[in-house]
């Protein structure tokens, strides 16, 4: 899913106020994660590195962990409901990200994912769906909950239009729905299970995504796991800073993921192509015929 910006940002100065800039603090973050190709492992029948996207297993040894995660110090600010679109691939939704986290969060040192977490396919359906804390969903494996607001309350649905408000004018979320679904899908948007529940939007999204997958929208659109930092930090504006310095690990399989694409990118001396220069090109290329001198231009 992407969203697009609301409103302009203010920038803070992360290192010397009590007061910490989202975006710069993520900015540090992932300039400052190093490349590192981990062994990859056999996980759900397939070769993979980092996660698996089909049982949200980290794959990367837990001693490797940030320690937030390992010692399960970072918390989220509330219950997060993540909803993949039909047709969406998981290995591409960052959501699914998220649920990795959040599964680290409530694993033990025997076991690096509770039972709870295998996301197993029966009859097209996924049988265990989450943690605590995060659930994910899915409009292709019709498992989407019937929301009720009397027993859901203080639920928002993180979504961008007319009518929605800031999250910081909320008094108390305590869950948060969000669709990890292209713009351009409109189905899930106008679901009627999301209906009864109020939007909100992030006040001060930044300019630009990190994400090195690109889309024919413009500017200003995030990413899922984007979206929902930013989203967890608005929330927390009253969390000491120390807590609030450690939602940045949210983002930490999402920097891995950043360095390699970077690193590899520098390797074939190529824009990286979480620029916004490499996007609109791959959005120029797109536009073009296959046969067209530009397009064979940009190519080479």
């Known amino acids: ?51 698996c996207p089909e049982c949200f297993r980290i794959l990367i040894p837990r001693e490797n962990w940030p320690s937030d995660l390992r010692e399960g ?3 989220f600010p509330f219950h997060i409901d993540i909803v993949l679109g039909k ?20 694993s033990t040192e025997d076991s690096q994912v509770e039972p709870s977490l295998s996301l197993q396919k029966d009859e097209n359906r996924l ?38 408000v800031p999250i910081t004018s909320v008094e108390k979320i305590d869950r948060l729905i969000v669709l990890d679904i292209k713009w351009s899908k409109q189905s899930g948007k106008t679901d009627s299970r999301f209906r009864s529940f109020p939007r909100v939007h992030l006040d001060s999204p930044p300019d630009q995504s990190h994400y090195w997958r690109w889309h024919s929208e413009g500017f200003g659109m995030l990413s899922t796991i984007e979206a929902i930092y930013f989203a ?5 504006t009253d969390w000491n800073v120390s807590d609030r ?10 920097a891995a993921q ?14 990286v192509p979480f620029s916004e220069g490499a996007k609109i090109e791959r959005r120029l290329l797109r536009q073009l015929h296959p046969n067209h001198p ?4 940009i190519l080479r």
Request: charged fraction near 25%; proline fraction near 4%; charge should be neutral.
């Open 1 to 51: 899913m992407k969203f697009q910006r609301v409103s302009g940002s203010v920038v803070f100065n992360a290192t010397m106020s009590d007061e910490i800039n989202a975006e710069v603090l993520l900015e540090e973050y992932l300039s400052s994660t190093l490349p590192r190709e981990w062994p990859r492992v056999e996980c759900c029948g397939s070769s993979r590195s980092l996660y």
């Open 73 to 75: 110090t970072m918390k």
């Open 87 to 106: 047709k969406e691939r998981k290995t591409c939704a960052t959501g699914v990200q998220v649920a990795a986290i959040a599964g680290a969060l409530e």
């Open 127 to 164: 049988e265990s769906n989450g943690t605590e804390m995060v659930k994910l969903y899915s409009f292709e494996c019709n498992n989407i909950p019937t929301y009720d607001p009397d027993i859901f309350p203080n639920t928002y649905v993180l979504f961008p239009e007319q009518g929605s």
């Open 232 to 236: 967890a930090m608005e929330a927390t």
């Open 245 to 254: 310095r450690r939602l940045i690990n949210i983002m930490w399989l999402f």
């Open 258 to 271: 950043h360095a390699i694409v970077k690193k590899k990118s520098e390797i074939e001396d190529r824009c």
């Open 294 to 297: 530009s397009r064979r231009a």
